[in-house]
Every structure is written in C-alpha cells, then in structure tokens.
Nanobody, 124 residues
Framework: VQLQASGGGLVQAGDSLRLSCAAS????????IGWFRQDPGKEREFVAA????????AYADAVKGRFTISRDNAKNTLYLQMNSLKFEDTAVYYC??????????????????WGQGTLVTVSS
C-alpha cells in the first residue's frame, strides 16, 4: 500500500477544509488508517484514526467535535473533514496505516506505513 495525502492549503480561522488520502494497493480496505500532524520543531501528533470498516473511529481531544474522519474503500480513499479551523491546527498532515485496531490515542510508532504530507495553514 502507498499513501498520498492532498487537499491542504491556506485558510482563515473558522473555515473548513477536507483532506484526502489516496491509497494504492488492495490492502487499503483491510487496514486501519490514521491522520497525524506535525509542526516544525514539534513531535508528530495523533489527530484521528478509523478502522478498516469505518465502524470505529478515534480522535485526539484537540479536534473532537471539529474534525471527522471517514473512508471510502471502493475508492481507496481516506478523508479528514476539518471544520472550525484554528490557528493551532496549522501543520503538515500525514496519513498512515496501522496493523490492527484499538481505541484511544495512537502514538506514531504504532503505524508502519506513511504517506507524504500536505500542508494546512490557518491564518488567524
């Protein structure tokens, strides 16, 4: 499986943006996928994740109620709908694959395959 994130851009605080993560390979539909973000000089942090079926999701507290993760296995695509964006959401966003599934916040080391990121810049 290869992953490629897209959809980033420059928006104003309060705006919405939808990120996509296109996957190649048949293993996408059987894999849990997550979104992470990273600011320069900071550690990569968990944003959200979804299990292979789309039936279970997990979110970081910082984005709960504002971001929604979803997937379309027929299109091999993962989405992150980001509403009510804040300045502190500015970061490079990455999608990544993990083996298995569990609830709660996921650290980056639980993910074994990463795509290139897409930059989201929120102006205040």
């Amino acid at each position: 499986v290869q992953l490629q994130a897209s959809g980033g851009g420059l928006v104003q605080a309060g705006d919405s943006l939808r990120l996509s993560c296109a996957a190649s390979g048949r293993a996408f539909s059987s894999s849990a996928i997550g979104w992470f973000r990273q600011d320069p000089g900071k550690e990569r942090e968990f944003v959200a994740a979804i299990d292979w079926s789309g039936g279970s999701t997990a979110y970081a507290d910082a984005v709960k109620g504002r971001f929604t993760i979803s997937r379309d296995n027929a299109k091999n695509t993962l989405y992150l709908q980001m509403n009510s964006l804040k300045f502190e959401d500015t970061a490079v966003y990455y999608c990544a694959r993990r083996r298995g599934w569990r609830s709660g916040v996921h650290p980056p080391h639980e993910y074994d395959l990463w795509g290139q990121g897409t930059l989201v810049t929120v102006s205040s």
